[in-house]
């Protein structure tokens, strides 16, 4: 089985550096690594990963940005959303935006490893 294939975007850049050496630990291959919505965007386009890992909290260009702009290069891009936004605004709007998956902080490592298989395998919403 080939590895997958993401791209970390996050607005903190220890949690970046940390989320991909975990990341790799668990053999996922992270091709890029982006800091706010817009980069997500501009890696997104540039790299074509199997799934892009997308903080929702960011200042400037958030995830929603992030994530509706990746909608419009490909409808059927794989996003997973992270966040600590437990509100049902951020999640309706989540799912209004066609998200894969939404993980909330603080996350288990190995969940969303198992989430990033799932969606690989089914590319239904999850919520985690």
């Known amino acids: 089985m080939k590895m997958v294939r993401v791209v970390v975007v996050d607005d903190d850049i220890d949690t970046v550096e940390v989320f991909c050496e975990y990341l790799q630990i ?3 291959d992270v091709i890029g690594k982006g800091y706010d919505g817009k980069s997500a965007i501009e890696l997104y386009e540039k790299l074509r990963p199997d799934i892009i890992l997308l903080d929702v909290m960011m200042p400037d260009y ?13 409808p059927a891009a794989k996003v997973i959303m992270v966040t600590a936004d437990l509100t049902s605004d951020t999640e309706k ?3 209004k ?17 198992n ?11 999850i919520t985690q």
């Open 26 to 28: 668990k053999g996922v």
């Open 115 to 125: 989430t990033i298989h799932r969606i690989i395998k089914q590319p239904e919403i």
């Open 93 to 95: 709007k989540l799912k």
């Open 62 to 74: 958030d995830g929603f940005y992030g994530l509706a702009g990746v909608r419009v290069i490909d």
């Open 97 to 113: 935006l066609n998200t894969s998956a939404i993980v909330y902080k603080p996350y288990e490592i190995d969940g969303i490893v």
